[in-house]
């Protein structure tokens, strides 16, 4: 088996990851656990984006 994937694909893989241990270490209940997950992985991925556009600014 042969996985290839983008830097983009690759950073959310790892953004899932690392959201479901910090929301599993880092909160005492399910619903907060959830919550901080998600969050986690809103910011993840949203700094992705976000430093995608500034190498592409810096770029031009």
Known sequence: MNLHLSH???A?????F???VFGITQ???TRDMVRY???CFAMF???VILAGWVM???RR
């Open 27 to 29: 909160r005492n209940n």
């Open 8 to 10: 983009f694909s690759a």
């Open 45 to 47: 991925a949203g700094g």
């Open 37 to 39: 997950g998600l969050y």
């Open 18 to 20: 690392a959201s479901v």
């Open 12 to 16: 959310l893989l790892f953004a899932v």
């Open 56 to 58: 592409w600014v810096l």
